[in-house]
């Protein structure tokens, strides 16, 4: 089942609707994530609505170096356990949104990743625990960096944490096979990440242990699980597409800040 959240185009009354995409369909239902209600019997066509993103997490945890190809690419020594980080809230934008590169930054590269919705409050998982009771779902997600000021700084913070810098969605699949999953991501139709998920150094039941000893994970809650190798830069001008079959496409343009 695909999740959704949105807005009705045209609409005076803007206000963010969640619903189930069947096809070209938007159904809307009666309540929010992560239990939704039955369905209100309006619906509109997939054109007939802006996706906003799919959830309104309290925080996004990221996963650094989660590859071994990108660890390898990036010149970076691998992790001996996961490498964790925030991107804020106001970093967030929807499917369709533009990315906005602010200037005399360097380079700054799109990181095409699989995220991890949770569903259900999460906290000191045990080392065998299913984690599957607690996740909602997966999404797409661009954890778009500042190359430079992330060498700079040695930290991530900064770099990942520019408004627009983390474009996500469009939906939450309920029923994804993550460990069948890749991660594609097309700059200007070209492809340039095709990494499977199950190269991941720490897979998405152990990162879910892992950082519910470290923090409470809330329903609605996005893991950004790491990017496969190819990541390249971004300009203004470009399109960057990520993409998971079964979830859809993430789709954003690319400007310098403050154009149109």
Same mark, same amino acid.
């Given at each position: 089942?695909?999740?959704c959240?949105?807005?009705v ?24 994530w992560?239990?939704?209600g ?9 054109d007939q ?13 990221c ?9 390898a690419e990036?010149?970076k ?13 106001s ?6 949104? @533009?990315? $906005?590169?602010?200037?005399? *930054?360097?380079?700054? &590269? ?7 919705? #949770? =569903?259900r409050r999460?906290s ?10 607690y ?36 939906v ?17 139709g ?11 150094i ?19 809650d996005?893991i950004?699980?790491? @990017?496969? $190798?190819g990541?390249?830069? *971004?300009?203004?001008g &470009? ?7 079964? #979830? =859809?496409?993430?789709?954003?343009p690319?400007a310098?800040?403050g154009?149109?």
């Amino acid at each position: 089942m695909k999740l959704c959240r949105f807005q009705v185009t045209g609409s005076n009354e803007q206000k963010v609707c969640t619903g189930v995409l069947d096809g070209n369909t938007v159904h809307e239902v009666s309540s929010e994530w992560p239990i939704a209600g039955s369905r209100t019997g309006r619906q509109w066509a997939l054109d007939q609505v802006h996706l906003v993103t799919p959830v309104a997490p309290s925080k996004i945890v990221c996963v650094g170096r989660n590859y071994k190809m990108h660890v390898a690419e990036m010149g970076k020594t691998l992790p001996t356990d996961p490498l964790i980080f925030f991107k804020p809230l106001s970093s967030l934008i929807a499917p369709g949104e @533009t990315i $906005e590169l602010p200037p005399d *930054l360097g380079r700054i &590269d799109y990181e095409g990743e699989l995220g991890v919705v #949770i =569903g259900r409050r999460c906290s000191q998982l045990g080392p065998d625990e299913d984690v599957a009771p607690y996740l909602l779902g997966f999404t797409c997600v661009n954890d778009v960096s500042a190359r430079e000021l992330q060498k700079k700084d040695g930290l991530f913070a900064r770099a990942k944490g520019f408004d627009t810098f983390c474009p996500l969605g469009p939906v939450i699949e309920t029923e994804l096979d993550w460990k069948q999953a890749r991660v594609q991501t097309r700059l200007n139709g070209e492809l340039k990440q095709n990494g499977a998920v199950s190269d991941m150094i720490f897979p998405v039941d152990m990162l879910v242990r892992f950082i519910s000893q470290v923090m409470t994970l809330l329903p609605g809650d996005v893991i950004a699980t790491g @990017t496969p $190798e190819g990541v390249s830069p *971004l300009k203004a001008g &470009d399109v960057v597409e990520v993409s998971i079959e079964g #979830i =859809g496409k993430l789709r954003n343009p690319v400007a310098a800040r403050g154009a149109r």
